[in-house]
């Protein structure tokens, strides 16, 4: 009775979740699957080879069956998915083999808020996991953090500082400079569905009766109409682990900012609805006059506080000084000194493999050379120069440019009454005017 006691204090909890624990001798992960996801983290020891150390009391599986404990019952006292299987691997033994004992076969049994292979985990007074993990989620700091997938099954792409989003595949906006993200995607338009199938518009086909059924089947929701009963299904992406998020296309008009949230891309350029996650300015938050008190870390996210961005040269590093830094009289004098007439910020294309932005040093010399006291001021943010660069497929035909394609910042700014990011279209028909290599 004691043993059916103290299992029955571990059970109590309200939220569904299940502990996935694998051999920690060979450095694996402790998980919780909770709403369709994994949430994982090695233990600090995880590579260290030991032997477990019970922090609860120690049954024999022996002992379980005759205070006929089922295997359910272990699932709803959340005891780790792997020990459920050992522990239905002796059942059916043992059912098999009325006198088979198997020497050794423990479970390590948790009081009411420690959970685990060996009890190591404590739950927090007064949470579930459910909160817990929603809590974390929802943190902006912890979020920010994140580094976003980068697409890499297949395609090799120079899409520059930022990686290739799985969404932005065949979303009719060239990011690399091969072109390979938007190649062979008419397969995908002219495949032609079953006479009983709707097609998305992305090509893929559901059956007819899913078509406006109030439940999204299309990855780009083109099977149902805009509402805001659907529009509110994904406003939780950016602070919420979701299935449905993580199935979400972007529409070609839009900008994935990796997390199953989409914004129009004309905030690519204006930030008026940025990303949660500012995935939209990366590499380039110190370029953006509504986002002063942010600044470029390793990860390319902008955050608040000081960067520790590796940058590649001095004269990026000044730049960086003089846009929001410190010591703005030394870099100053550096860059006047060491650095070219258009200086680079980032130094790599961002937004494609295609578009660089430029400083202009003598503009720069103007703005500080109006007043002895000017260095307590930072240079304006916005770059002076936007050029166009390196090659791209134009009608089927890599063409690379002799030389850069350059206009200024404000022409850049008034990309947005284009309906889509319109580089690629821009590169192309420039070629036609200038010289080629």
């Known amino acids: 009775m004691l043993l059916s006691v103290l299992l029955f204090l571990y059970t109590a909890t309200a939220d569904e979740w299940t502990l996935y624990w694998t051999d920690k001798t060979h450095g694996d992960y402790d998980c919780l699957f909770y709403d369709s996801r994994f949430f994982c983290r090695r233990p600090n020891d995880s590579l260290i080879i030991r032997e477990p150390i019970c922090n609860g009391i120690l049954w024999s599986m ?14 709803e006292w959340h005891h780790p998915h792997d ?30 808020n420690h959970f ?32 976003i997938a980068c697409y890499v099954d297949g395609i090799h792409c120079n899409a520059g500082l930022l990686c290739l989003e799985w969404r932005q595949i065949c979303d009719g906006i060239m990011q690399c400079e091969d072109g390979i993200d938007e190649t062979n995607c008419h397969l995908l338009e002219f495949h032609r569905c079953a006479p009983n199938e709707f097609q998305c518009h992305n090509g893929m086909c559901i059956p007819e ?23 509110n299904i994904f406003v939780p992406c950016p602070t919420k682990s979701k299935f449905d998020c993580d199935e979400l296309l972007c529409k070609k008009s839009e900008f994935s900012c990796g997390n199953g949230q989409c914004i129009h891309w004309t905030n690519v350029i204006n930030h008026q609805q940025p990303c949660q996650n500012r995935r939209d300015a990366f590499y380039r938050c110190e370029t953006l006059p509504d986002e002063k008190q942010f600044s470029t870390f390793d990860s390319g996210i902008c955050r608040i506080g000081k960067p520790n961005l590796n940058l590649s040269t001095s004269c990026e590093t000044s730049l960086l000084s003089l846009l929001g830094g410190s010591k703005r009289k030394v870099a100053f004098e550096y860059l006047m000194a060491n650095c070219p007439s258009l200086i680079p910020f980032p130094s790599s294309p961002i937004l494609t493999s295609n578009l660089k932005f430029f400083y202009n040093k003598s503009i720069i010399e103007a703005f500080y050379n109006d007043s002895p006291t000017s260095f307590s001021k930072a240079i304006p943010r916005s770059p002076h120069i936007s050029c166009l660069t390196g090659s791209l497929i134009c009608n089927g035909s890599k063409i690379t440019l002799n030389s850069d394609y350059c206009f200024g910042y404000g022409e850049f700014l008034a990309l947005v009454i284009h309906p889509f990011f319109p580089i690629s279209h821009i590169f192309c028909n420039v070629t036609l005017t200038i010289p080629l290599k």
């Open 62 to 75: 022996a002992d379980l069956k005759r205070n006929n404990v089922t295997t359910d019952m272990l699932f």
């Open 83 to 112: 020990n459920v299987e050992r522990y239905g691997r002796f059942l059916q033994k043992s059912s098999e083999d009325n006198n088979f004992i198997l020497e050794g076969e423990t479970i390590c049994n948790c009081s009411s």
């Open 116 to 147: 685990g292979a060996d009890c190591l985990y404590e739950r927090v007074k007064g949470s579930t996991i459910a909160e817990v993990l929603s809590e974390q989620l929802s943190r902006p700091t912890e979020r920010q953090m994140e580094i």
């Open 209 to 231: 009766e899913f078509l406006f059924d109030g439940m999204i089947d299309c990855m780009d929701k083109s099977d149902e109409q805009e509402t805001w009963f659907i529009i």
